[in-house]
């Protein structure tokens, strides 16, 4: 089946710094990823979808300038944490959708991010 | 809008069958899925349904009937493992995943 890894896959860092966390498709190419936030005990919530090459589309709330997306790559999507805060930690989950495998209901997931900010 | 409703958790026996009903109302349908994802993972594919019936697969079966709204997933032999949670999401017209808040199930010995 399709793999998707994220690194790294734990991350403490200081409050006010960046955290860039990535997401690749490793054996098949991803025309759109996904980026989800879960907190301790809730569902996944939805912060962005980026298709490659075009700017993300972010879900209502989701801080554009705070949370930067480049899929530059039909393998590659990055998620950056600018100025991190204490409550931007989560546990952050990416997955991708390959249209080309000719798969588009499936999404793969990867094993997801946790972030923690002191 | 959009909602997918599932029970907020649920126990069961070891060794027992359970069934973890979702009911949903979205923007168009291209299919229902159900995830499980154990405590700190990420969620794992169970199964996908996109026609009105029962998918079978090992000890996990799921249900739906899209006239309805509804689908259910089935767990039979129930081991100490299937403890997580269950997430229930539709694709709707947009090719866009609604997902449900999940089932926490708690298996007892």
């Known amino acids: 089946g399709a793999v998707v890894s994220q690194h790294p896959s734990w991350v403490i860092c200081k409050s006010g710094t960046s955290v860039k966390i990535e997401c690749r498709s490793l054996?098949?190419?991803?025309?759109?990823m996904f980026w989800y936030r879960q907190f301790p005990k809730q569902s996944l919530m939805l912060m962005a979808t980026?298709?490659?090459?075009?700017?993300?589309?972010?879900e209502q709330g989701v801080e554009k300038d705070k949370f930067l997306i480049n899929h530059a790559s039909l393998t590659l999507s990055t998620l950056t944490v600018t100025s991190a805060h204490p409550e931007d930690s989560s546990f952050y989950i990416c997955?991708?959708?390959?249209?080309?495998?000719?798969?588009?209901?499936?999404?793969?997931f990867g094993p997801g991010t946790r972030l923690t900010v002191t | 809008g959009q909602n997918i409703d599932q029970p907020t958790e649920m126990t069961a026996t070891e060794g027992a069958i359970v069934q973890i009903n979702c009911t949903y109302q979205?923007?168009?349908?291209?299919?229902l899925f159900w995830y499980q994802q154990h405590a700190g993972e990420a969620p794992t594919f169970l199964s996908y349904?996109?026609l009105d019936g029962l998918e079978e697969k090992g000890r996990f079966s799921s249900f739906l009937s899209r006239s309805k709204g509804y689908s259910y997933l089935l767990l039979k032999e129930l081991q100490m493992k299937d403890s997580a949670s269950y997430l229930c999401?539709?694709?709707?017209?947009?090719?866009?995943?609604?997902w449900g808040a999940g089932t926490k199930l708690i298996i007892k010995p």
């Open positions: 980026s298709n490659e090459g075009s700017k993300a589309t972010y």
């Open positions: 979205t923007s168009g349908f291209n299919g």
């Open positions: 997955s991708a959708r390959s249209i080309l495998a000719g798969e588009v209901y499936e999404q793969y």
């Open positions: 054996d098949f190419q991803a025309t759109t």
């Open positions: 349904n996109v």
């Open positions: 999401a539709v694709m709707d017209s947009n090719y866009q995943l609604i």
